[in-house]
Nanobody, 126 residues
Framework: QVQLAESGGGSVQAGGSLRLSCTAS??????????VGWFRQAPGKEREGVAT?????????GYADSVQGRFAISRDNAKNTVYLQMNSLKPDDTAMYYC????????????????WGQGTQVTVSS
C-alpha cells in the first residue's frame, strides 16, 4: 500500500504563488514506484495531468503546455516528498490538485498512475 498526502493549497489572487507538497509513505512506494505526478480537476471538467517527475537519477520532469514556464515540480527523496511550485497563477488554475504515483516516466496519463491522494484545493481569484 501507498499513502499520499497533499498539502499547501489555498486561495490566492491572480499573479500569486503557491507551493504544493505531496508526501508518500508505505514500503511499497519506496520499492515499487519512481514517478510522481500532479493532476488537477476543475468543477465540470475532466482531470488533467499537470506535471510529472522521475524520482530516480537526474529526475526527469514533464509539464502540460498550460503550465509550462509557470509551474515547477521538484523532489526531496530524503523526505519522500514532491513539490509543485506554482507561480503566475491564473483563475483558470483553480482546481482540486492531486498527486499520484506510477512507473511510467514522463507520462501525464491518469491510467499510468496507481495510487492517488485525496487532493488539495487551489482557488485563484481575479
Amino acid at each position: 500500500q501507498v499513502q499520499l498526502a497533499e498539502s499547501g493549497g489555498g486561495s490566492v489572487q491572480a499573479g500569486g504563488s503557491l507551493r504544493l507538497s505531496c508526501t508518500a509513505s508505505g514500503a511499497e512506494y519506496i520499492y515499487t514506484y519512481n514517478v510522481v505526478g500532479w493532476f488537477r480537476q476543475a468543477p465540470g471538467k475532466e482531470r488533467e495531468g499537470v506535471a510529472t517527475i522521475y524520482t530516480g537519477g537526474a529526475g526527469y520532469t514533464g509539464y502540460a503546455d498550460s503550465v509550462q514556464g509557470r509551474f515547477a515540480i521538484s523532489r526531496d527523496n530524503a523526505k519522500n516528498t514532491v513539490y509543485l511550485q506554482m507561480n503566475s497563477l491564473k483563475p483558470d488554475d483553480t482546481a482540486m490538485y492531486y498527486c499520484a504515483v506510477g512507473r511510467i516516466i514522463g507520462s501525464l496519463r491518469q491510467a499510468n498512475y496507481n495510487y492517488w491522494g485525496q487532493g488539495t484545493q487551489v482557488t485563484v481569484s481575479s
